[in-house]
């Protein structure tokens, strides 16, 4: 297997690491602490084609592989965590299954919008008592003939207040169970789409997640995405692939802690020279460059996988438990390494073990990972064992 990124993805990383220091770094620790949306940080993020990167340029996007995508949300990552979920959430969710499901029409219609980041997507599935448990929407899509009447709550919707478009997965016929679930493509200017507070959180602070209320709303049946009882499977399908861009997301906020953690320990001195030249410190360091690089083969085999049209799903499903964990660990070192500096924001680790917390829950929870993987190797679809 050969490691060495290509010309055109070193490129990549190299504009995403500079648009994120030049157009990120300036403000974040305000937009966190006043949970500020960056509208205008992401509509610089759409004019570089970091919205719609995997997206067909027919319609708008960059055409490139995932490979380049996790490498962009490593990149923005490691300076702001709000900026690359939204990111994640418009390129791996939204546009990815706009494009593979959608008619032309609704390509035609709704990507060049949201590759530009003159629109922004959201993606609406769980629910107050559907969350891991996506099999028990209560949102409910009644036909009525030539359009459907929606009602329904959606929880912790990242982009929920500023998305335009709202991919929403509702049951039609409670009776069929998760074959009854269908997607629908919402326009959040429709009348009867209710936007609910922000939620004020831990990490990720200035990217928006609100509730989203849908009252009597009026979808056409053009807009349904995919076929009819499609939508469990769907959204399945979308979030493995999403998987991976949250386990990249994971992966630069353990580098970008391991990169902070790193200046600061050349630069501090204690006892007459500096903090990495102590044992304690420099086998800190060491523990968690090794767990970052195996953060980074796993995140990047999950994305050749899904480039090469294989079975990614096991595979994302375990880049995004270790980079999560890895994240969750090595942030806490970095704020240990920077002793009672890592506990003020101005030194942006705090910040980053916050963000850290998140990527262990959204888009599947550790132990949902857990699920899989165990299930995968109950099956046989992983290791054969040598003891029969």
């Known amino acids: 297997m050969f490691f060495q990124l290509s010309e055109e993805h070193q490129a990549v990383r190299q504009a995403a690491r500079d648009f994120a220091q030049q157009e990120l770094l300036p403000g974040v620790i305000e937009r966190d602490t006043t949970m500020k949306f960056p509208k205008e940080q992401v509509r610089k993020m759409g004019e570089m084609g970091f919205m719609g990167m995997m997206v067909s340029p027919e319609y708008g996007g960059g055409g490139m592989d995932t490979i380049s995508y996790v490498l962009a949300m490593e990149e923005i990552s490691k300076i702001d965590n709000s900026c690359s979920v939204i990111m994640s959430v418009n390129n791996s969710l939204v546009c990815w299954g706009l494009e593979k499901m959608g008619t032309e029409e609704q390509r035609k ?3 060049p919008k949201l590759t530009s980041g003159e629109w922004i997507g959201a993606f609406c599935l769980s629910e107050p008592e559907a969350g891991s448990d996506a099999t028990k929407q209560k949102t ?4 009525k003939g030539d359009h459907y009447v929606l009602n329904g709550t959606k929880n912790w919707i ?3 207040g500023s998305s335009s478009v709202h991919l929403v997965m509702a049951q039609t016929d409670p009776e069929l169970g998760p074959k009854g679930i269908c997607t629908f493509i919402v326009e959040t200017s429709w009348p009867g789409v209710v936007i609910g507070a922000k939620e004020d959180k831990l990490g990720i602070r200035s990217s928006d997640t609100h509730t989203i209320l849908y009252n009597d709303v009026i979808v056409p049946k053009e807009n349904l995405l995919g076929p009819a009882g499609d939508g469990f499977k769907f959204a399945m399908r979308t979030l493995m692939g999403g998987r991976i861009g949250i386990a990249s997301q994971a992966l630069g906020i353990a580098s970008g802690a391991l990169d902070l953690a790193t200046h600061y320990a050349k630069e501090r001195k204690t006892f007459g020279k500096a903090i990495i030249e102590h044992q304690a410190i420099g086998f800190k360091l060491a523990d968690m460059a090794t767990e970052v690089e195996a953060a980074r083969l796993m995140v990047h085999r999950a994305a050749y996988l899904k480039d090469q049209n294989l079975d990614f799903g096991v595979a994302a499903s375990m880049a995004k438990l270790f980079a999560s964990d890895v994240a969750m660990r090595q942030t806490v070192e970095a704020v240990q390494i920077h002793g009672g500096y890592g506990f003020v924001k101005e030194y942006h680790v705090e910040r980053l073990m916050r963000d850290a917390k998140i990527t262990q ?24 064992p040598m003891w029969k």
Do not use: F, H
């Open 158 to 160: 990242t982009n929920g």
């Open 361 to 384: 829950i959204y888009e599947g929870t550790s132990e949902v990972q857990r699920m899989v993987i165990s299930r995968a190797i109950l099956q046989g679809q992983l290791y054969q």
């Open 140 to 143: 409910l899509a009644i036909d």
């Open 109 to 111: 219609k709704y990507l």
